[in-house]
């Protein structure tokens, strides 16, 4: 279902124009959210306060003109962060608003901030083909904006293409029914996959099994049919296992969420080592909420977390990475050393992740600062020091794109009559955006031939054994 109301507005020229759905003006205002959003003014309270209120106001009568209803606002004051002004410099603008047109709405925001209008000008005004829509609701939007965070910049990791293509549309063309096939053919094999399932689950008291989207679904298959063979001639040792969510993956161990997870690739004996001693793993689990909460007070409160891909490792061995950067931030303090004077009191709005020894010292593309564990602490706070803007323009863009993401991500979908629509991990919000918006600038040419396709956004074409197929995200 498009997330739009089934109503239509006419403008002062006499012409019959449609409201811009969501998805539509969460994209268009996405500069004016990079220059006026309140976490970007922390170090000024008055300006942050003055815009947190406007933009409620903002979103209030956006709601009220997909609702029509009448909504009378004061001017509302905005101030600006713009590029090459010197710290603590905005402009003020004051945007008056008034009428029912969300399209008007939103050129009048952009105009006032000196922003191009040309992705709202390249919306037809004529009305779509409306099946049936919800209502948006724009406050609750807003302020979702503000709770998570990823970033939008460009990946620099490079994977040649296994074929060069000129145009998607000739690409789909030539592939969509070739996919369908091949997804047909699978459609046994996917059966068996969930018997399999269905029969772990119910024999053995498992609560979930899954797997990562990454391998095969033969290989899925092949892998569950050993687990059945194993919990078949080692029935005793099961009941470790009841309760518990199985997750066949890239390595053997049980997960910083508790989950069991067993390596595909792994012989079975080192499946039956790891269910056997199972429930030794779960101490080092209980000790993981108080290894984060001692890192996080002596980083001033900043919040510990878990990438959702960061490299699997067992709850016992990340509790010792955890221990070796506590202890190396223990001694730099025992060394009568602290922080800089300029880092603020509290870190409690960014977050750290903390991984093993190998891996970088760098920030995110999602904000958040990335730390091995090996880390000296002089250089770790240090660099924490030196790159807290950057980390808080990152996570204020990633609380933007997140939900314009969410958006186009739905659309995508349902406009195309997709059955599943995917990405892979190195795909950001920003990259994806940028994708679902040029798919639906070719939507009279791509959706007879997308209908009933599973599409997956990653670096390359190609169309997998199961039928799915892989689109650059940054396709011609």
Known sequence: MYCRLNIRCICANGVTSRFLSTAEISTALRPFYFSV??????????????????????????????????????????????????????????????????????????????????????????????????KPDFIKAYQRYSTEFENATEIKKKVEEKKAIDNIVDWVYENSAVAREKYELMSATRDQVKSLIDHLCKTYGIKEVKYDNGWNISHIRGALQSLVSLATQHSNIMDNLQGRTIALGQFTGVSLDGDVYLNIIDVRNEWLSLIKKVRQEDSALTMIPSYEKALSSILRDIHIRRRKFMPKVSAALYCSHLRQLITSIGDFYGRGNKFPPSVPESLSKYEIVVEPEAGPLMVSPTGQFITPSSCPADELIAYINNHLDEATLLLTEYSINKHVEKALHKEVKERFGLLELHKDDSITPGLMISCCQRLLTRTDKLNANLRGNILYVTHYYSVLTEGILCIPWNFK
């Open 37 to 134: 959003h309140p976490d970007l003014f922390g170090k000024y309270p008055e300006q942050r306060k003055i815009n947190e209120q406007s933009l409620q106001q903002l979103s209030a009568f956006l709601e009220a003109q997909q609702s029509r209803r009448r909504m009378v606002v004061p001017p509302l004051p905005f101030y600006l962060r713009q590029k090459n002004t010197a710290e603590g410099e905005f402009k003020l603008v004051q945007i008056q608003l008034n009428g029912s047109d969300t399209r008007d709405t939103v050129v009048k925001v952009l105009n006032a901030c000196n922003i191009s209008t040309s992705y709202v000008d390249k919306i037809p005004q004529a009305p779509l083909k409306e099946d049936s829509f919800s």
